[in-house]
């Protein structure tokens, strides 16, 4: 893997993951304002997260699913359908931002590739999976405290996340790289 993606810390028995270098609010679109602090999202303690200055906590179980999701929307992996081997090499990555000793067939196509994975066209898919992961929990932080509506979008075959008092969706401004190409197939 790069040399150049920091190991998570461990603080009080709990990991860390700490900000890729690339990850700093300065590196910040400006097209998007900077972000508000405000109460950070907790669903459990067994991975804590720190990115663009917000800390996160997750369950294991919310922290999975948010991976495996961040994977399927930015096209490492087709589908959610993953075994509990690749979900834990891909929670890996994420967490660490690293992957120790692949499991699965998914972490070993991750190691194997991974001077073509790690960045493409200038993007770091450890950095945009941290973000996805974050991104979803920040929205459900939202719509919890009535900042944002919910709507199924039949077009795209994914939810949009609307302002209530009818201002432009949220997503429409925030692209995701693509890794389509390179995607993991079995």
């Not at 075994?83 to 499991?103: H, K, P, Y």
Request: glycine fraction near 6%.
């Amino acid at each position: 893997m790069a040399a150049s993606i920091p190991r998570a810390t461990t603080i009080a028995g709990r990991r860390i993951a700490t900000r890729p270098k690339v990850c700093t609010d300065s590196s910040l679109d400006p097209r998007y304002s900077a972000p508000v602090r405000e109460a950070n999202y907790t669903s459990g303690d067994d991975y804590v997260v720190e990115f663009l200055g917000y800390r996160f906590s997750f369950n294991g179980f919310d922290f999975e699913q948010r991976v495996v999701a961040a994977g399927v929307k930015l096209g490492i992996i087709s589908g959610n359908d993953l075994d509990e081997d690749e979900t834990a090499d891909l929670v890996e990555l994420v967490a660490d931002g690293r992957i120790e000793e692949a499991r699965s067939s998914l972490g070993r196509y991750l190691l194997r590739h991974w001077e073509q994975l790690s960045l493409l066209d200038g993007e770091s898919l450890v950095y945009w999976l941290r973000k996805l992961v974050f991104r979803s929990a920040w929205l459900d932080h939202r719509v919890k405290d009535g900042l944002l509506d919910v709507a199924w979008d039949d077009d795209l075959a994914e939810f949009a996340y609307l302002d209530p008092d009818g201002g432009r969706a949220l997503l429409e401004v925030a692209p995701v790289p693509s890794w389509h190409e390179l995607q993991f197939r079995r």
